[in-house]
């Protein structure tokens, strides 16, 4: 049962609009997908109360920031969506269960140096466990200096970059009624979809 985590110490890097979306692709794809929730602000719980009933089913369990607990039988997939400011025991508890971690990332030189820690705790781990880490790249704009940036810090760090997403209303607009770009006609999110196509090979 793959397990994929969606972490990042940094608040609003987009971690639920990673999450949401990986699940929406897994039960595209005819999983049984559980959605856990691990952050207090409980984004992607509240999102999974807006999903509409005729929409691939994502199902969820009691999971909370200081009990990572086992999801329910039948699961085939599972993704976690994590809190700011994860940390010691309780980013161990996570580690402990990934197979892959997704990290989000935005061309900010705060965002950057905020995560720089963090990525070298999963260098670490992952040698010692075998966990897979990937970066995206989060409403990255290829035109600007700010992305260039973001491009030169993950050059040398060892993850492979899975993709890098364009700042777009599409997930605005798709979160608000419970949706993903894996929910929608390919037609309406193509620009988007071709995007994804790292992310998802790498997902599996």
Do not use: C
Not at 25 to 42: E, K, T, W
Not at 102 to 128: C, K, M, N, Y
Request: glycine share 10%; hydrophobic share 40%; proline share 7%.
């Amino acid at each position: 049962m793959p397990v994929v985590v969606v972490a990042n110490p940094k608040g609003g890097v987009g971690k639920s609009t990673l999450a949401t979306n990986i699940a929406g692709y897994y039960a595209s794809q005819g999983h049984a997908v559980m959605l856990g929730d691990a952050d207090r602000q409980q984004s992607s719980r509240l999102w999974l109360s807006l999903r509409p009933p005729a929409a691939r089913p994502i199902g969820t369990w009691d999971i909370n920031s200081d009990l990572i607990a086992r999801p329910p039988k039948g699961t085939t997939h599972v993704v976690i969506d994590t809190p700011a400011g994860l940390h010691g025991w309780r980013l161990n508890d996570v580690l402990k269960m990934a197979d892959k971690v997704v990290v989000p990332l935005q061309p900010s030189v705060f965002d950057i140096f905020a995560t720089r820690g963090f990525l070298d705790q999963l260098a670490e781990h992952r040698h010692g466990q075998g966990v897979q880490v990937g970066l995206v790249g989060m409403r990255v704009d290829p035109r600007t200096l700010a992305a260039e940036q973001l491009h030169q810090f993950v050059e040398g760090l060892g993850f492979p970059v899975l993709g890098a997403l364009r700042p777009t209303q599409n997930y605005v607009h798709l979160a608000a009624h419970g949706l993903t770009l894996f929910d929608v006609a390919p037609g309406r999110v193509e620009r988007d979809r071709d995007q994804w196509q790292g992310i998802t090979a790498w997902l599996g």
